[in-house]
């Protein structure tokens, strides 16, 4: 058993850490703002941003409300929170086999194309 005011303050740090080194690995990536694409780092520096953003009103809406909170109690080891971790461990399992399979799987070819003669002048396999 625990203390949803303490694993509120717990949660709501971490995710602000994550965030912010979500939005510092993206800034990295090119960003476009206008016409077209928006580039790589796009969605990843939104994502970031947003990750932030739900940190911090956890972490004002459990200040608010640490009367309330401190009186809440949660359970981490229920069956129903089991079945969830496993679910998610699985989920996390797949991703990873999966990225791996799909890299050895779908090795496309890349070369130099010469638009002068419609021929491509040296062709190598890449990874994705």
């Not at 476009?32 to 956890?58: H, N, Q, R, T, Y």
């Amino acid at each position: 058993m625990g203390n949803m005011k303490k694993a509120n303050y717990i949660i709501s740090v971490i995710m602000l850490l994550v965030g912010v080194g979500v939005v510092a690995l993206a800034s990295s990536l090119k960003i476009k703002i206008g016409e077209g694409d928006p580039g790589a780092g796009f969605w990843p520096m939104m994502l970031g941003i947003l990750i932030i953003v739900f940190s911090v009103c956890l972490l004002i809406s459990t200040i608010k409300n640490k009367e309330k909170l401190e009186a809440k109690t949660f359970t981490i080891s229920t069956p129903a929170n089991i079945r969830v971790y496993i679910l998610f461990g699985k989920l996390v399992q797949s991703c990873l086999l999966d990225v791996h399979h799909l890299q050895a799987l779908f090795e496309l070819p890349c070369g130099s194309y010469d638009r002068n003669h419609h021929q491509l002048e040296f062709l190598q396999f890449l990874p994705l």
